[in-house]
């Protein structure tokens, strides 16, 4: 007959083996790069406009270099949320496409690399979150190429947002049905 401790004993053995394995760590690797963040201000950027409303927030310059040489390794990109909203009172806005453009302080646009995307805003497809009817606002998250070296150099003085929409005319029309009770 086996006695109940030494199957104890051998769980305990084994168990305190296993630990003894997970407690083994490899070398720590030291991150050699680092993301460099400028921001943009002033924070909120509203531009009034009719029937589209817009305002840009939270808008900052996101890049990747190498910390010992300070080398950019991945292109600077433009992050941020831009607010939408119809302050039209008669008619929808169906969003097509947006791009944004950069303005140096000689009123001239500063291109993206040739290596880089152009700064597109996509406002996703045919479905309903694109469409904004009377006082309907929609956030949309901001993600582009930005100029490299733009940000070390603050060579940007605006930044140019162009949305292009088709507005909908909403109509209301009243119908008269003649009727005979029987």
Same mark, same amino acid.
């Given at each position: 007959?086996?006695?109940?401790?030494? !199957?104890?004993?051998?769980?305990?053995? !084994?168990?305190?083996?296993? =630990?003894?394995?997970?407690?083994?760590?490899?070398? @720590?690797?030291?991150?050699?790069?680092?993301?460099? /963040? /400028?921001?943009?201000?002033?924070?909120?950027?509203?531009? +009034?406009?009719?029937? =589209?409303?817009?305002?840009?927030?939270? %808008?900052?310059? %996101?890049?990747? @270099?190498?910390?010992?040489?300070?080398?950019?390794?991945? +292109?600077?990109?433009?992050?941020?949320?831009?607010?939408?909203?119809?302050?039209?009172?008669?008619? /929808? =806005?169906?969003?097509?496409? *947006?791009?944004?453009?950069?303005?140096?302080?000689?009123?001239? !646009?500063?291109?993206?690399?040739?290596?880089?995307?152009?700064?597109? =805003?996509?406002?996703? *497809? $045919?479905?309903?979150?694109?469409?904004?009817?009377?006082?309907?606002?929609?956030?949309?998250?901001?993600? !582009?190429?930005?100029?490299?070296?733009?940000?070390?150099?603050?060579?940007?003085? #605006?930044?140019?947002? #162009? &949305?292009? $929409? &088709?507005?909908?005319? #909403?109509? /209301?029309?009243?119908?008269?049905?003649?009727?005979?009770?029987?």
């Amino acid at each position: 007959m086996r006695k109940p401790w030494g !199957v104890a004993a051998f769980v305990s053995l !084994v168990a305190g083996l296993a =630990l003894v394995g997970c407690g083994q760590q490899g070398p @720590v690797e030291v991150s050699k790069e680092e993301t460099r /963040t /400028t921001n943009i201000e002033p924070n909120k950027i509203p531009v +009034a406009g009719a029937p =589209l409303r817009v305002e840009a927030g939270d %808008l900052k310059v %996101l890049e990747t @270099v190498e910390k010992a040489t300070g080398k950019v390794i991945r +292109a600077p990109r433009l992050k941020g949320t831009l607010k939408l909203e119809n302050v039209g009172t008669d008619q /929808t =806005l169906r969003l097509i496409r *947006g791009e944004v453009a950069y303005i140096g302080g000689d009123g001239k !646009v500063i291109p993206v690399g040739a290596d880089q995307e152009k700064p597109a =805003l996509r406002f996703g *497809g $045919y479905s309903s979150s694109e469409s904004l009817g009377p006082g309907q606002k929609n956030d949309q998250s901001i993600d !582009v190429a930005y100029p490299a070296g733009a940000a070390a150099a603050k060579s940007v003085k #605006h930044i140019r947002v #162009h &949305v292009t $929409y &088709v507005s909908s005319p #909403h109509k /209301t029309q009243n119908f008269e049905i003649p009727v005979k009770m029987q």
